[in-house]
């Protein structure tokens, strides 16, 4: 599998009120052809920046970007608002976690899609509504003909979330980007969901970026896991290594906090007791010392880096488990 999607040493800071607050801290990841990738992390970790900022939309006068993101190659931190957006569609798409966001509340759905089908990829008028109906059942929507004369209020979450994948995936993008894209739905919708999402991913051969803050609901579904804390990655494997060897103290609290099926008090992750740090004041030491129950000293003092176990396997943390731990 080659590379297809790059973030080298990606960094996000704003300028606050407060002070400089950093988002994102310096990653690097890659998806490659075909693949799908998990990335997992708590609240404020800086999931969704790290994507718009990859993306080209997070700009402005407040926002700096630092680091390199490639697609196919090309070098898409330098380039303008408008020549990103050309990309959008045909080469990376984007699924978030509530669809209303996307979708235009005053429009019925058909029209909506014609005419990005019409202004993306200059089909006719005909051709727009004859492939709305083939992407609408493509995500399995009960009665496409009826649906195209709704408007986005009138489906169910779910039903919006399908039709916000359909037209994410309506220019055949390489690379689909999907941001909690399940979070607002109950369980089963859930799994429904994530499952089209693989099913589509397989029969159209994209590569996938789920982003989620539960490591359970990627589980099923992604090749490699990256978890990120505070703005880093702290952990990154095939799902596989990432379950059977963690070797990162906040991976295991994280599994931990994923209800067992034998758990009937009906909340669907535990909290990990503590919290983050501010990402506006200057922390030093490992980011998750305060929070791990292994801490020591040097843990406390020195931050420490990304390192790659031997088996392509990266942890960032002086102990990890499952090393003499
Ligand atoms: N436009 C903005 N201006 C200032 N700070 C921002 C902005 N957007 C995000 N942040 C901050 O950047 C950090 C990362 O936020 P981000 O939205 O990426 O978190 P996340 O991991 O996606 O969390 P969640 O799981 O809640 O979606 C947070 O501290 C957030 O408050
Ligand atoms: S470096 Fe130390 S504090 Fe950080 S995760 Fe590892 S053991 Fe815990
Ligand atoms: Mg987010």
């Given at each position: 599998?080659?590379?297809?999607?790059?973030?080298?040493?990606?960094?996000?800071?704003?300028?606050?009120?407060?002070?400089?607050?950093?988002?994102?801290?310096?990653?690097?990841?890659?998806?490659?052809?075909?693949?799908?990738?998990?990335?997992?992390?708590?609240?404020?970790?800086?999931?969704?920046?790290?994507?718009?900022?990859?993306?080209?939309?997070?700009?402005?006068?407040?926002?700096?970007?630092?680091?390199?993101?490639?697609?196919?190659?090309?070098?898409?931190?330098?380039?303008?608002?408008?020549?990103?957006?050309?990309l959008w569609g045909t080469q990376?798409?984007?699924?978030?976690?509530?669809?209303?966001?996307?979708?235009?509340?005053?429009?019925?759905?058909?029209?909506?899609?014609?005419?990005?089908?019409?202004?993306r990829?200059?089909?006719?008028?005909?051709?727009?509504?004859?492939?709305?109906?083939?992407?609408?059942?493509?995500?399995?929507?009960?009665?496409?003909?009826?649906?195209?004369?709704?408007?986005?209020?009138?489906?169910?979450?779910?039903?919006?979330?399908?039709?916000?994948?359909?037209?994410?995936?309506?220019c055949n993008p390489?690379?689909?980007?999907?941001?909690?894209?399940?979070?607002?739905?109950?369980?089963?919708?859930?799994?429904?969901?994530?499952?089209?999402?693989?099913?589509?991913?397989?029969?159209?051969?994209?590569?996938?970026?789920?982003?989620?803050?539960?490591?359970?609901?990627?589980?099923?579904?992604?090749?490699?896991?990256?978890?990120?804390?505070?703005?880093?990655?702290?952990?990154?494997?095939?799902?596989?290594?990432?379950?059977?060897?963690?070797?990162?103290?906040?991976?295991?609290?994280?599994?931990?906090?994923?209800?067992?099926?034998?758990?009937?008090?009906?909340?669907?992750?535990?909290?990990?007791?503590?919290?983050?740090?501010?990402?506006?004041?200057?922390?030093?030491?490992?980011?998750?010392?305060?929070?791990?129950?292994?801490?020591?000293?040097?843990?406390?003092?020195?931050?420490?880096?990304?390192?790659?176990?031997?088996?392509?396997?990266?942890?960032?943390?002086?102990?990890?488990?499952?090393?003499?731990?």
């Amino acid at each position: 599998m080659t590379d297809l999607f790059s973030l080298r040493d990606l960094k996000v800071t704003f300028a606050t009120k407060r002070g400089t607050l950093n988002a994102v801290r310096g990653v690097t990841l890659h998806v490659a052809e075909g693949e799908c990738l998990g990335i997992v992390g708590e609240s404020g970790s800086g999931k969704t920046v790290m994507w718009r900022a990859a993306m080209g939309l997070l700009r402005g006068k407040r926002v700096t970007r630092g680091g390199s993101v490639t697609l196919n190659g090309t070098e898409l931190l330098t380039m303008t608002a408008k020549e990103v957006r050309q990309l959008w569609g045909t080469q990376i798409a984007m699924v978030f976690q509530d669809p209303m966001t996307a979708l235009n509340p005053v429009r019925r759905i058909g029209s909506q899609f014609s005419e990005a089908l019409i202004k993306r990829l200059g089909m006719s008028k005909d051709d727009a509504a004859a492939r709305t109906l083939e992407l609408l059942r493509l995500v399995r929507m009960p009665e496409p003909e009826r649906l195209v004369r709704k408007y986005p209020h009138q489906l169910s979450g779910g039903m919006r979330q399908r039709v916000m994948i359909a037209m994410a995936i309506a220019c055949n993008p390489k690379v689909l980007l999907a941001d909690e894209p399940t979070t607002a739905l109950d369980v089963t919708v859930q799994a429904q969901v994530l499952e089209l999402l693989s099913d589509l991913r397989e029969k159209l051969g994209m590569a996938m970026v789920i982003v989620t803050h539960d490591l359970g609901i990627v589980a099923g579904h992604s090749d490699r896991i990256a978890v990120l804390y505070a703005g880093e990655v702290v952990e990154l494997a095939t799902t596989a290594a990432l379950f059977a060897n963690t070797r990162m103290p906040y991976t295991e609290a994280l599994l931990n906090s994923i209800p067992k099926l034998t758990d009937t008090s009906g909340t669907r992750m535990r909290a990990i007791p503590g919290s983050p740090p501010d990402p506006v004041s200057v922390t030093t030491g490992c980011f998750f010392a305060p929070r791990c129950n292994y801490a020591t000293d040097r843990c406390r003092n020195e931050h420490p880096e990304l390192v790659d176990g031997g088996d392509g396997h990266l942890y960032r943390c002086f102990f990890p488990l499952g090393k003499g731990k």
